[in-house]
């Protein structure tokens, strides 16, 4: 019967519902009927043993994966949750290494975990925010200079930059690290020629399932790879259900069980018909001499700079044309794709595409030297989360200890972390990304 049966027959058969939630099925929104809670026939998520075991069991199967835990709260719990499984797999305080384009879960995760990331700078050059492009040989330096238990990586980025998970992969297994990856932004990728971080090596895999495949808001994945250290499947529930509510939405489940029937149906087809539509896209871009920044096959990062446009202006040149962007900054605009955008939505980008003007190229020089820096850390990362600050202005915070991360979207590159000293350089970052306060020590 699976969960969306049972809902739906509770939901039909007029029975009292002396239960949460307060709304009692009454559709003042609409979906009342079919939000639920726990009770009998409708399982536990955190000790799933019926319906909802059922579809994460599916859910396991379409990704080839050892185990598969629902997440009701985005891959900001699953990549909690990794990190508690990492710590209790070790057993004691663990280092983990990541580049600094981490998602804020994952600072989040390290501050209530009591673990002080080890930061992985790329040896190339950025000139992008958002970009952090790490090798598998970036990665042997910092697990060369030992002390590393695990690697984390968040792969694609933000602007759809993929990095090279097989090879750092391959470098984690020889260095005895695990590999945890924040996928949030592919998990459609297993479906398109098994790019998915599970199909390329990672032990742990996050996945924010609603980004790119048919789920609420807040529907989410925490992958266990069969290749892992068998511990880590009995530690994922647990964990999910020590930083989790108790209260998981029945409503983002149901369509988690609604994506997993879909996934053995015919939704990797219309996936993979929708790269193919995706890369027809960047086809013409490439004729018209727009850049791509992104590797996704199902992303399109424009880069506006290069073409000679601010971000934020053709976000809303595209809004005028009944175009909404997921992303814009000063460099970039994202777009993210999906089977459910119809052939009028292609049709109009392609439009816009075509008629966009070149104009001269914004450059930003000193941005590579900029992104460069490296900031002194003087106090350690919980420690700074931990104490009280005050926002001050950032013209005022030059010599001062940053107390919060500071990121213009999600996951940017910090330009400072929580414990880091703030210098001029990285007060011209934030205040290009349009960061005007900092909270401080
Ligand atoms: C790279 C990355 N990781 C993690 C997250 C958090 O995902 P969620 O919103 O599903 O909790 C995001 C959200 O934007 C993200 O971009």
């Not at 932004?185 to 790019?195: E, I, N, P, S």
């Not at 013409?284 to 880069?303: Q, Y």
């Not at 966009?356 to 460069?372: K, M, N, T, V």
């Not at 002194?376 to 420690?383: A, D, F, Q, Y």
Request: charged share 20%; aromatic share 6%.
């Amino acid at each position: 019967m699976g969960l969306n049966g049972f809902v739906r027959k509770y939901a039909a058969s007029g029975v009292s519902r002396f239960h949460m939630p307060g709304h009692k099925g009454v559709p003042l929104h609409g979906l009342e009927p079919l939000d639920l809670t726990e009770i009998k026939g409708a399982d536990f998520l955190f000790e799933a043993d019926g319906v909802i075991a059922e579809g994460e069991g599916l859910t396991s199967q379409a990704f080839g994966s050892a185990a598969t835990c629902w997440s009701a709260e985005g891959s900001s719990l699953s990549i909690k949750a990794a990190l508690c499984m990492l710590r209790q797999h070790f057993g004691r305080d663990i280092t983990v290494a990541s580049p600094r384009n981490c998602h804020r879960a994952f600072i989040n995760g390290c501050t209530l975990l009591g673990i002080e990331p080890e930061w992985i700078y790329p040896s190339s050059p950025r000139t992008l925010l958002c970009e952090c492009a790490v090798t598998p040989e970036d990665v042997r330096a910092a697990l060369s200079r030992g002390g590393i238990d695990a690697v984390y990586v968040t792969s694609p980025d933000y602007l759809g930059g993929m990095a090279d998970i097989r090879g750092i992969a391959a470098v984690c297994r020889e260095y005895g690290a695990l590999l945890a990856v924040d996928n949030a932004h592919g998990a459609y990728l297993h479906f398109v020629g098994d790019k998915h971080p599970l199909d390329c090596g990672a032990d742990i895999v996050c996945d924010s399932a609603h980004k790119t495949l048919p789920v609420y808001t807040g529907g989410g994945y925490l992958h266990i790879s069969s290749d892992a250290p068998a511990d880590l499947r009995d530690l994922a529930k647990p964990a999910m259900a020590m930083l989790g509510s108790t209260s998981p939405s029945y409503l983002i489940m149901e369509s988690l069980a609604l994506c997993a029937e879909e996934l053995h149906g015919s939704l990797p087809e219309r996936l993979r018909a929708c790269c193919e539509r995706t890369a027809e896209v960047k086809s013409l871009m490439r004729r018209r001499g727009i850049g791509d920044l992104s590797s996704e096959p199902m992303k399109i990062t424009i880069a506006a700079s290069r073409f000679g446009y601010d971000g934020g202006e053709l976000a809303d040149m595209m809004r005028e044309s009944r175009m909404e962007c997921e992303y814009s900054d000063p460099d970039a605009v994202v777009l993210m794709l999906s089977p459910y955008n119809t052939a009028e939505d292609f049709a109009r980008l392609e439009v816009f595409l075509t008629g966009l003007e070149q104009r001269e190229a914004i450059l930003h020089p000193d941005s590579a030297e900029l992104f460069a820096v490296r900031p002194e850390r003087v106090l350690s990362l919980r420690e700074a989360m931990l104490s009280p600050c005050v926002n001050i202005p950032c013209d005022e915070a030059e010599g001062r200890i940053c107390a919060r991360t500071a990121m213009s979207c999600q996951p940017s590159v910090a330009a400072v972390m929580a414990g880091e000293r703030i210098t001029g350089e990285i007060i011209k970052i934030l205040k290009r990304y349009g960061i005007f306060g900092i909270d401080v020590l």
